[in-house]
């Protein structure tokens, strides 16, 4: 069953007298519990893409679903909740509150879901365990590394349950190896709690991790397949 089913998505943004589709009739399903990387080089239409997906902004024209509901032409008020319950979110900055511990960090997805304080502090420990940050939890940004804050954010994106986790760049600004262990992380929520992935990155040995490649260029999709395919296509070009 799809969880994400875009139809001829176009963005048109306007520059003076000119005008751009960074969406050029884009086409995409996403079934539920795949895990898909968005791969583009800058000005492809893959973070543009990305923000329809988080309903941080809607096209010009088409159509985008999810879990069968219209997005485009829900109001704001619903949209926001379709955000809180449905969609994890990871960027590549962590945007963590800087003097907020883990654990209050955790907890701010479900302030805005009205869950009471005690089962929101119970649910925030479970996704920092889930992440190896149970002994974090009273720790702030700035006492954490990357891939700890990283993990924190993590744990945010997963603590309301939602089924869709949109990462952006998520180890941009990470070593290799802090890295690896954050794409592992992803591989494990996928895997075994049935996540559906979707992670913008330019680099392919994140892309590697995931299970399906789609590659923008131009606002257009060029490329769609199979990771294992991908990666024997790769190796045949070098």
């Not at 492809?44 to 509901?69: A, C, I, Q, R, V």
């Not at 940050?133 to 924190?152: A, F, W, Y």
């Amino acid at each position: 069953m799809d969880l994400i089913e875009v139809r001829h998505a176009i963005k048109t943004y306007q520059t003076g007298e000119d005008s751009f589709n960074a969406l050029d009739d884009v086409s995409l399903k996403v079934k539920k519990g795949e895990f898909c990387a968005i791969m583009g080089t800058s000005g492809s239409g893959k973070s543009t893409f990305m923000n329809m997906l988080g309903t941080l902004d809607k096209p010009t024209s088409g159509e985008y679903y999810l879990d069968g509901e219209d997005m485009i032409h829900l109001p704001s008020d619903e949209l926001a909740m379709v955000r809180c319950e449905k969609i994890g979110f990871i960027f590549q900055g962590f945007n963590l509150i800087s003097r907020t511990s883990a654990l209050d960090n955790v907890c701010l997805p479900m302030i805005y879901k009205g869950i009471p304080e005690e089962e929101r502090i119970e649910r925030a420990k479970w996704a920092l365990k889930i992440v190896g940050l149970e002994n974090r939890e009273d720790h702030m940004p700035n006492q954490m590394s990357g891939g700890q804050q990283q993990r924190v954010a993590i744990a945010r994106a997963i603590v309301n349950d939602a089924p869709l986790i949109l990462a952006d760049e998520p180890t941009g600004n990470l070593d290799t190896k802090t890295s690896i262990e954050v794409m592992e992380f992803f591989v494990r929520l996928n895997e075994e709690m049935g996540k559906t992935i979707v992670v913008v990155t330019h680099e392919p040995d994140i892309a590697e991790y995931t299970k399906r490649v789609v590659k923008f260029k131009d606002g257009k999709v060029v490329l769609d397949m199979p990771k294992t395919e991908w990666v024997k296509q790769r190796t045949r070009e070098t």
